[in-house]
């Protein structure tokens, strides 16, 4: 979107900049397919994509561009999955 990036594949993982708040959740609870990957001054989620399903996959991708375009423009688009 613009100058800003929301995902970036590195080698066999994808790296999504998810809420701060899940991704702390994630690395916690699910840490062989969430680590934290440093950019700038913060991190974003190191993802194991064969760890996850198609759906979990799609609602992460959702979450991390929703993080960066305008929330009018976000609250516009339904949430992968729901009608």
């Known amino acids: 979107?613009?100058?800003?990036?929301?995902?970036?594949?590195w080698n066999d993982r994808v790296v999504l900049k998810?809420?701060?708040?899940?991704?702390?959740?994630?690395?916690?609870?699910?840490?062989e397919t969430f680590q934290k990957f440093p950019v700038g001054t913060s991190y974003w989620s190191y993802v194991?994509?064969?760890?996850?399903?198609?759906?979990?996959?799609?609602?992460?991708?959702?979450?991390?561009w929703s993080s960066i375009v305008p929330k009018k423009v976000s609250r516009t688009v339904p949430r992968p999955g729901l009608p």
């Open 1 to 9: 979107m613009g100058k800003k990036s929301f995902a970036l594949r």
């Open 18 to 31: 998810l809420d701060k708040a899940h991704q702390e959740l994630l690395f916690e609870i699910r840490p």
């Open 48 to 64: 194991a994509l064969e760890d996850l399903e198609l759906e979990e996959l799609s609602d992460l991708v959702f979450e991390a």
